[in-house]
Each structure stands twice: as C-alpha cells, then as structure tokens.
C-alpha cells in the first residue's frame, strides 16, 4: 500500500519544479497574471471606447436631422406694381383704381417736380388712359374755372377737411375725355389738381371713358394726404413749364 502511494505522489510531482527553484516560479506565474490581465483591461477599455464612438454616430445620424436637400419652391419675384407705400400720391388713386378691376402703374414720363402721372390698363393690359396729379401754392385763395365763362371764378364746394373745390367733365370730345378736380387746403393755400384722361385716339365715348368719374378724382383731390403726399418745395405754380397741361388750369387769385 505504501508503495502504490509513493508511485502516486511520484506521478504527481513529475511536472513540478525542484523544491529550490519553486519561489522563483510562483514569482514569474504571477507576473505573466498581472500582464494578462493589464492587457485584458486595457483591451476593454479600448472595446468601451469603440463602442460609445459608434454608439454616439449611430445616434445622432437617427436622431438629428440630416442636411435639407436644396428647395424647388418658386422664389417671388418683385412685380412691376409700383409700392404704395413708397409712393404716398399712389397710395390715395391706387385704391379707386383696384376697385374698378384695372391697373395703376408710373406713366412716361412718370413724374417731375410738383407733379405725377400714372398710366392705367384694364384686367387684360389694355391702356384706359392716364391720371395726372399736380401741385400748386395758392395762399392768396383760387379762381375756379368756369366752364361757359373763362374769365369768371366759381363758387367752390366745402368739405369738412378744411377744403374747397370743383369739379369738372368734359366729354364732348370722344378723343380727349375728362374728369377733373381743383381742391384748395385753406389752411395753406396748397392745391391739388387731379386730371383723369380717357384713352386718346380710340376714337369711341365708351372705349375712350376716363378711368375715374368726376366724383372719384374729386375724392383724390380732397384727400388730406393728396397735398402732404409731396415734397414741400414741390410746385407747379408759373412759370413750369414741365408741368402736366391741365383741361381746366388752375388759377391763383389775383
């Protein structure tokens, strides 16, 4: 029996080192340990690192939205429609023309000092004649023509603005139409002649109709913005010889 287990004790220690050298292979067992295992953190260290990386790409290409792709929507384009705005004459006629359907644009030439002149079209493009404003310096007070007498001054009419004014049509001729206004501010003296012009030429009263009646350029007129509309040095007064020729002129009193 005692032999069997020195035979076993024997096998068993074939593989182990002389009793001598034992320290020293516990000692180089335990350093091959620790390099095993400083390689192994710092191989899942490096995995940690790789893994947020491609975590935090994963995320932001789903959660955050991607460069827009360039956009087919129309761009506006400005329109040849001149700015009310911009224009404060136009932004008193533009109303009364919109509402008849037609169209107000800078006539040619298109304006000057102390006065403006549009040209209107109809819903197709058809020109319906012009419009013309101008200003005067009256302090003194205003001769309002009358019509079967040249030389006399008419009555004007009163508005509670602080206006007087007349108001005028001739339509006899079928190539020259208008409707006119002469309104006069009292408190100034400044005066605001408005001249709708039917189409020349057409050689019909209806083709040929001024674009306002007598009674809308008689509103333009008597506007409270038409006179502060233009500059303060603005004026028409003579001499001016630039200035629109009006089917009644507008003469200051004497």
């Given at each position: 029996m005692?032999?069997?287990?020195?035979?076993?004790?024997q096998r068993a220690c074939e593989s182990e080192p002389p009793p001598g050298d034992a320290a020293d292979d516990i000692a180089v067992r335990a350093e091959r340990l620790r390099h095993r295992r400083a390689r192994g953190v710092i191989l899942a260290g490096v995995a940690a690192v790789i893994i947020i990386i491609l975590l935090g790409y994963a995320l932001t290409t789903v959660l955050l939205p991607g460069p827009k792709p360039p956009s087919t929507a129309a761009v506006a384009v400005p329109q040849p429609r001149p700015s009310n705005v911009l224009d404060p004459v136009l932004a008193v006629l533009a109303p009364l023309i919109d509402a008849k359907g037609y169209r107000i644009v800078p006539g040619q030439p298109p304006s000057g000092d102390g006065w403006r002149r549009y040209?209107?079209?109809?819903?197709a493009g058809a020109p319906r004649g012009m419009v013309e404003v101008a200003i005067f310096d009256a302090e003194a007070g205003l001769c309002l023509p009358v019509l079967a007498d040249p030389d006399a001054c008419a009555l004007p009419d009163q508005t509670t603005a602080g206006f007087e004014y007349a108001r005028y049509s001739a339509t006899d001729d079928v190539d020259w139409q208008v409707n006119q206004a002469i309104a006069r501010r009292v408190v100034d003296g400044r005066t605001v002649a408005v001249m709708a012009t039917g189409e020349r030429g057409t050689g019909s009263a209806e083709a040929g109709e001024p674009p306002l009646t007598a009674a809308e350029v008689a509103q333009a007129a008597t506007d409270p913005r038409m006179p502060d509309a233009f500059g303060v040095g603005e004026r028409c007064n003579r001499p001016a010889p630039a200035c629109p020729i009006l089917r009644f002129p507008v003469r200051p009193s004497d």
């Open positions: 005692s032999a069997l287990l020195t035979e076993v004790l040209a209107v079209q109809d819903a």
